[in-house]
């Protein structure tokens, strides 16, 4: 039994006492039994103090997978914290949770919420959750949710050996903590368990929702787990890659040059699926070379009020080599440079059609025209704090060779830990969860390719099949519990001018509670700042098939249906010939043999 050192009733008078017979009363006391039993590779807790209250929350306007709000719902709560201890690790951790307090509010199901970047948990979206009438959980992991450096809290005292524990907390132990801490919770307060469990998260979040089917996977019933953030070990240090790339080259361009870049890449694959609206279905038919446009004129605020600048060969190379993705030193690839592409993939690059300016920012000195990186904090966080524990390191200084020894040692101290990337997923399965996720494919951040990868080897593991040869069986096996689809020009978590699918989580709901399969995922351009939110309309379609145009109204949902992407799909092997003649007969009667 955990051990309650200190109890405070943070509830004024009068306030603490809730309607409804079936509710207790919100005051530390109706929680001071609470227990949970620890995984089997995670520490106990012990309970250090329970704060509870009664407040009135009102929902963000925005909040994780969710449509966005335009009359935000106000909804009282019984607003409780639990702050914890791991004795072994000697940390303390906060968990988070929202309570539905009026009268058949609470609609018997709970729902954890996942963070973002270095955040484990979002206290801020738990409102949205309880306006839905869910129990809502999340945590912060052991580290304040503030903007301090990582380094204070990622490291031990002696500032060069990593806090494991802290670490651990932030992977998932922590997340799996604040779910069992929330069903204890409110089954002291409502004298009956939660019905079902689900859990929303995007980035992060994602990370953290593969994390529970992977390692916890009896805890929730459903998962909305979307533009994950898993094979950290590999992708965050990968969006390092453009500074490497920028060093070798000896050219910091300005926002300008990449942004103008990415804009004519836009402009010529956003049409390739036959309508003209600067989103692109299929990535992998977007065959634009900037260096086809070396030498056009761009206006460059960054050096200056109308300053303009024709972009250069070295802008050009850049932008390649990022979208190419990052490459391992090595000494015959080193003789023909950087440029020349010809050393071992390490992980993928990013689309064409992504915004660069967070993962390859420079600042420019408009006196001297020297610009210098300044891009998103996070990969060069993880190379200084963790992989190289030196809080002095600058990563901007890494040559080629130093940066593919760290991509090497980020794999091999941290995969097991943060990688999240098994692709056993039978326990989840067998337990009846059901995990639902998608990716958008103009995310600027997190490069989709990552999480098309990681379903790829689901389906492999749980089909048996060779790598090279997945079919529609081994899909078909996986799609029973495990779901992704692929949102065309939808940035990180949300953004864009593409199809946002707001409504996964009703989706994943209907999935788990009544076993209606997602065929498709409905999706709206809500985001949209070129056209009017909510006026283009799409089902998406599961992966392995893809968007195709079928003519008419490009912003009604029935003009598009789904095709099997052919270079996914077909098998090779001679034991498989009849069934690709059988089903490549089929599709061609259905799409006018465009396959």
């Not at 704060?51 to 449509?67: D, G, K, L, R």
């Not at 490291?155 to 604040?178: C, H, K, P, Q």
């Not at 190379?317 to 391992?328: F, H, Q």
């Not at 997945?470 to 953004?495: M, Q, S, T, W």
Request: net charge negative; hydrophobic share 35%.
């Amino acid at each position: 039994m955990s051990a309650l050192s200190s109890i405070s009733a943070a509830a004024p008078a009068g306030t603490s006492v809730l309607p409804g017979a079936s509710y207790k009363l919100c005051q530390p006391d109706t929680f001071a039994n609470l227990y949970i039993q620890p995984s089997s590779d995670d520490p106990a807790i012990e309970i250090v103090s329970i704060n509870a209250s009664v407040t009135n929350a009102t929902e963000p306007a925005a909040a994780c997978n969710a449509w966005p709000v335009t009359d935000p719902a106000t909804i009282e709560v019984c607003n409780l914290t639990i702050t914890y201890t791991h004795p072994a690790w000697h940390d303390t951790v906060n968990a988070f949770i929202h309570l539905p307090a009026s009268p058949g509010a609470w609609n018997g199901k709970l729902l954890g919420i996942g963070g973002d970047g270095w955040h484990a948990g979002n206290p801020r979206e738990l409102p949205y959750a309880a306006a839905r009438g869910f129990v809502g959980t999340t945590t912060d992991a052991g580290h304040l949710l503030d903007k301090r450096p990582v380094a204070e809290w990622a490291l031990n005292e002696d500032g060069t050996s990593v806090n494991w524990g802290l670490l651990r907390n932030f992977a998932g132990v922590a997340i799996a903590e604040a779910k069992k801490l929330g069903r204890a919770a409110a089954t002291a307060f409502y004298g009956e368990e939660p019905r079902y469990a689900y859990f929303t998260g995007c980035s992060t979040g994602g990370r953290q929702g593969h994390m529970m089917a992977q390692k916890y996977p009896d805890l929730y019933d459903g998962i909305l787990a979307t533009a994950a953030a898993i094979n950290w070990d590999k992708f965050l240090p990968a969006m390092h890659w453009p500074y490497v790339v920028m060093k070798e080259i000896g050219y910091y361009p300005p926002l300008c040059e990449l942004g103008a870049i990415t804009e004519a890449a836009i402009a010529a694959c956003g049409s390739i699926n036959g309508v003209h609206d600067g989103i692109t279905v299929d990535h992998a038919a977007c065959t634009f070379d900037p260096q086809s446009i070396v030498g056009r004129e761009v206006v460059c605020s960054d050096l200056g009020e109308g300053k303009a600048i024709p972009i250069s060969a070295a802008a050009a190379t850049i932008a390649s080599l990022i979208w190419d993705g990052p490459r391992a030193y090595d000494p015959n690839s080193a003789k023909n440079g950087i440029a020349a592409k010809t050393g071992d993939k390490i992980w993928s690059g990013f689309s064409k059609t992504a915004n660069l300016l967070h993962v390859a920012g420079t600042k420019c000195d408009k006196a001297t025209g020297k610009c210098t990186p300044d891009g998103f904090r996070i990969p060069a966080d993880w190379l200084r704090t963790f992989v190289s524990a030196d809080k002095t390191h600058d990563p901007a200084t890494l040559s080629w060779a130093e940066y593919t020894q760290l991509m090497h040692e980020s794999t091999k101290i941290y995969g097991d830990v943060m990688g999240t990337s098994d692709p056993d997923l039978s326990v989840f399965a067998r337990s009846g969860g059901r995990m639902l996720t998608w990716h958008g494919l103009a995310d600027e951040l997190i490069p989709s390719t990552g999480t098309k990868d990681y379903y790829d080897r689901v389906a492999k593991h749980h089909s048996g099949d060779d790598a090279s040869e997945l079919g529609r069986n081994a899909y078909d096996k996986v799609a029973d519990f495990y779901r992704y689809f692929e949102a065309p020009g939808v940035e990180h978590c949300a953004g864009g001018e593409g199809w946002y699918p707001g409504g996964a989580l009703d989706t994943l709901m209907d999935w788990v509670e009544n076993g209606r399969y997602p065929e498709t995922l409905y999706a709206e351009n809500s985001w949209a700042k070129k056209r009017k939110p909510g006026s283009r309309k799409v089902q998406l379609c599961p992966y392995p098939k893809t968007l195709k145009y079928l003519g008419g109204n490009a912003d009604l949902a029935e003009s598009w249906g789904c095709e099997y992407n052919r270079d996914t799909y077909w098998r090779k092997s001679d034991a498989q010939k009849w069934r690709v003649s059988q089903d490549k007969q089929y599709y061609q009667s259905r799409w006018r043999d465009e396959l």
